[in-house]
């Protein structure tokens, strides 16, 4: 009976359905589909002509590195053949349990070219996991006096200002933190006619209010200043990249340092992620231990487009086909499994360990969010998607680049787990890797009691 039971447990704990994911990806998977009929989102990156990939050679076997636990081999066996599926060349994949890190494990090759496997702290872009980072400095605002959840940004950002004659939408001052905390703010990237990330616009934004290309964050919020709203603030659910940068810019404003400074000091190190930095757009300033960028079963250089650097020339779209230190506070960290599980059991409201924030603070940042779920299941707070259930909730943020494909999740059972790939893949992927986890963990008789997390830097 109590087999059963456990059984039962472990299913419910998957967040399904899969298409949830859909909801809260990167616009930047788009571009993946644009380049592949040549055209671009937004008006750019134009993408030349392009030659077909040159498939690399065949990956009969995929490695896997760290130490293995009994009971999650129909799980290995899982990652790799989607992986085989979805050509990806490499991943990891790391589980928490009742706090301690009880799997951490690489998959495949972090260098192709090379035949260099993944290493289970290998680091990785992570793309939109970025979020409950940055909502987490935000909570850390909060829980120092210097801001409200309710303020209004405006205040923050009136030395961004706007090109000259432009007209500023008045609905800019309605806008508050927790707006752009729950993708709120009033902009509708998805909008039918005429709909974009303002984050995948570096010259656009630039030439307009004639700032340096490629744009940084700043000069994209002053370009959006001059461009209205698509909905009033509040009004719905709709997924802003360009929010998470304006909180960024809040961050730096009240906090008084870099972005990256700031979160590092007061959210990473304090849990011990010291590993984890700001990612840069250009293969040669990648840090020490980063893998290397694909798209599916194509080498590193494919496809070939114009940089966003002016002068550059033709760079691999993965290092400088967008400019990925725009999008700091939304989608530039790059992390290991092991540094983000040590981030998430740091803010998940658990004893074990102590959490960086107040419980009160986390149970603000995890409550009363816009709704997401189409049949009223979940919802979006504080840069996670939440499902209440009767025993707790699950939350979880899935991440999207070119070249990269991440997920971060807590569950109400007491587990938690991350997977991170140097590959795109589509949006069921998250949801079919969650379910083969869960169904492996159904097996398992005996959860190991050692912790990980010592033995990783």
Request: with cysteine; proline share 9%.
């Amino acid at each position: 009976m109590k087999r059963a039971k456990t059984l039962m447990s472990f299913r419910t704990a998957r967040i399904i359905p899969a298409v949830e994911y859909t909801q809260a990806t990167s616009a930047r998977t788009i571009l993946i589909a644009c380049l592949a009929v040549l055209i671009s989102c937004g008006g750019e990156p134009t993408a030349p002509p392009v030659s077909p990939p040159v498939t690399p050679p065949a990956q009969p076997e995929i490695p896997i590195s760290g130490a293995a636990v009994p009971g999650l081999g129909p799980f290995e066996q899982s990652v790799r053949d989607m992986m085989r599926t979805y050509g990806i060349p490499g991943g990891a994949v790391a589980l928490v349990r009742d706090g301690r890190l009880i799997y951490a494990r690489g998959f495949g090759y972090a260098d192709l070219e090379n035949k260099t496997p993944v290493q289970p702290d290998a680091l990785f872009r992570i793309a939109s996991v970025s979020k409950p980072i940055t909502s987490a400095a935000i909570m850390k605002l909060v829980e120092e006096g210097k801001l409200k959840l309710d303020d209004r940004v405006a205040p923050f950002i009136a030395h961004l200002t706007p090109a000259p004659g432009a007209t500023v939408d008045p609905r800019w001052e309605q806008i508050t933190i927790r707006h752009l905390l729950d993708h709120a703010g009033g902009w509708d990237r998805d909008k039918p006619n005429g709909g974009f990330d303002p984050m995948d616009r570096p010259a656009i934004a630039a030439a307009a209010v004639n700032a340096p290309a490629p744009a940084s964050a700043e000069t994209i919020i002053r370009y959006m200043k001059g461009m209205p709203l698509d909905f009033n603030p509040g009004g719905k659910f709709a997924y802003s990249n360009f929010g998470y940068a304006i909180l960024g810019r809040v961050i730096e404003r009240l906090s008084g340092m870099p972005y990256e400074e700031y979160v590092r000091a007061r959210v990473l190190q304090p849990v011990g992620a010291n590993r984890t930095r700001q990612g840069k757009s250009r293969m040669g300033d990648a840090l020490p231990e980063e893998v290397k960028y694909y798209f599916p079963e194509a080498g590193l250089n494919w496809p070939m487009v114009q940089s966003v650097f002016p002068g550059e020339g033709m760079v691999p779209f993965n290092y400088g086909g967008y400019y990925l230190e725009a999008s700091n506070a939304s989608g530039a960290w790059v992390s290991s499994t092991v540094d983000l599980l040590r981030f998430l059991t740091g803010v998940d409201g658990r004893a074990n360990p102590p959490d960086i924030l107040s419980a009160g603070l986390v149970a603000e940042m995890t409550s009363n969010g816009v709704p997401l779920c189409a049949d009223g299941s979940c919802y979006y707070a504080g840069g996670w998607n939440v499902r209440p259930v009767q025993s707790g909730a699950t939350w979880w943020h899935g991440g999207d680049l070119p070249g990269t494909k991440s997920i971060l999740v807590r569950s109400y059972y007491n587990i938690s787990w991350v997977a991170l790939f140097n590959a795109g893949a589509p949006p069921k992927f998250n949801g079919e890797l969650d379910a083969a986890l869960w169904d492996a963990l159904a097996g398992v008789t005996s959860f190991p009691t050692h912790d990980l997390f010592s033995t990783f830097r």
